[in-house]
């Protein structure tokens, strides 16, 4: 893993970006499994830190993470701050509460490259209650198959070029989707079909299911009318 002076660093091949804003509990589930990963790439960790009032920062340090400000404006700023920082040929894109699987880079880094794609994510598994099961449901069977895929922001795989083709992820509601279709509109994009991630169901467990998919309707009606 890259250390904090980056300056010196060899070629990285992989940077992840983690927007983190008051994650404690989860962050370090998080990096301990991005340390884990079994593989021969270059990688780095960038945690972008929203003013957090915890152990978020701490604990991102003590994982050899490099640490940037951003102030907690938004998610979307989070990420393209980091990405502006990063140096690796690609953007790993995870949540401060999800966990790759160990083979994580090299599935998905050959995935990308046998079919030739700007951009990826893959199936995923959603932990917590049992009523998350339909929104993994959903990420995996639907969001895939559309003609321009979903790929959500807790698990977006991106090379940089494309990234900065794409304007990066905008300042509207359901950022991901709205950076999706950009990207795909030029670019070919694609879901790995291994399960690749785990994420927290939390959402879903404090608001319920039906708070859960209102809450992202809400978000993709403000999406919609900000990009008309």
């Given at each position: ?193 291994s399960v690749l991630v785990e994420s927290s169901g939390r959402r879903i ?24």
């Amino acid at each position: 893993m890259a250390s904090d002076d980056r300056d010196g660093a060899a070629d990285v091949d992989v940077s992840f970006v983690v927007p983190a804003r008051n994650e404690g509990d989860y962050l370090e589930a998080t990096l301990a499994s991005i340390a884990a990963l079994d593989t021969d790439y270059a990688f780095e960790v960038i945690v972008v830190d929203g003013d957090s009032r915890d152990e978020t920062v701490a604990i991102a340090r003590d994982y050899g993470a490099t640490v940037c400000q951003e102030g907690g404006s938004s998610i979307a700023a989070a990420r393209n701050l980091g990405a502006d920082r990063a140096s690796g040929e690609w953007l790993a894109f995870v949540d401060a509460d999800t966990r790759v699987r160990p083979t994580y880079l090299t599935e998905l880094l050959g995935f990308v490259e046998a079919n030739g794609l700007a951009a990826a994510s893959s199936h995923c598994r959603i932990t917590g209650p049992l009523r998350a099961k339909l929104m993994e449901a959903t990420i995996n069977h639907v969001f895939s198959r559309l003609e321009r895929p979903v790929l959500p922001g807790f698990n977006c795989f991106v090379h940089r070029h494309a990234f900065a083709e794409s304007g990066g992820f905008p300042a509207v509601a359901n950022e991901d989707t709205a950076f999706s279709r950009s990207l795909s509109r030029g670019l070919p994009t694609a879901y790995c079909p291994s399960v690749l991630v785990e994420s927290s169901g939390r959402r879903i467990a404090e608001s319920g299911l039906t708070g859960t998919l209102w809450h992202y309707a809400r978000l993709d009606v403000e999406r919609l009318r900000a990009v008309g």
